[in-house]
């Protein structure tokens, strides 16, 4: 996966359909199914079209720069974020630790590899396509495009949460400033993994902060997927 990949038409139209449909999709087949299904068609497609349409997934040894001011920034939010996940924990939760172990090994380091490569696609697509006609590559139709792509980004990662994750997802309750907080900060993360790949063209600074995200958690709450993914 390249930043300096060229989409073309076909990419602007699969970036919509994707927003439009797969939130709604995922939930539909949380509730019939369970989360397992939605699941692996979520990391699937997020690997699965990064790789085909841009090339590769992004992850390799090599980086344009050694530490990216925006990743340093983004652990330094996540860090503030797992703050307000403490003081916002579901304390209803019952633990579970053998299931808190298996989700901390599988789920934690899969969803945190694989929700940025399909978010991402989504901007870029918008964002890096060139138009044909030079009349349309005047500066404010480049912004205009780098709008659609903000707001595809923040329409799917809106929508996969409050159709899908928030069903299940219980390590941390928003019905509270703590949580509002919370939610805020890692909203404000997403965005900057946007940069944080930008910067660097290495998909790996996306991946560390998100898995601390996933991974800390577990640790006071104790919390399983486990039992939510076949129905």
């Known amino acids: 996966m390249e930043s300096s990949w060229n989409p073309n038409r076909f990419d602007l139209l699969l970036a919509v359909l994707i927003v439009l449909i ?69 304390k209803d939760l019952i633990p579970n630790s053998t299931g808190a172990i298996l989700t901390g090994l599988v789920w934690a380091p899969i969803n945190a590899a694989s929700e940025q490569l399909l978010w991402i696609y989504l901007y870029d697509s918008w964002d890096l396509y060139t138009p044909s006609k030079e009349q349309y590559s005047t500066r404010s139709w480049v912004w205009i495009q780098r709008i659609v792509g903000f707001i595809l980004f923040t329409a799917f990662v809106g929508t996969i949460h409050t159709f899908f994750w928030v069903e299940f997802l219980e390590p941390v309750m928003s019905d509270n ?45 104790g919390y399983s997927i486990l039992p939510f993914l076949i129905k």
Request: hydrophobic share 60%.
């Open 177 to 221: 400033i703590f949580g509002v907080i919370f939610v805020l900060l890692t909203s404000l993360s997403g965005y900057i993994h946007i940069i944080a790949w930008r910067e660097s063209n290495n998909m790996v600074y996306t991946f560390i902060p998100h898995f601390l995200l996933n991974l800390v958690p577990l640790f006071w709450t």
């Open 22 to 90: 797969f939130p709604i999709l995922a939930r539909i087949l949380y509730f019939a199914t369970g989360a397992l299904i939605p699941l692996i068609i979520y990391y699937g497609a997020a690997w699965g079209i990064s790789i085909w349409r841009r090339g590769n997934s992004g992850y390799s040894m090599k980086t344009k720069i050694l530490i990216p001011r925006a990743f340093v920034i983004n652990v330094i939010v996540i860090g503030l974020a797992l703050v307000f996940a403490f003081l916002a924990r579901n």
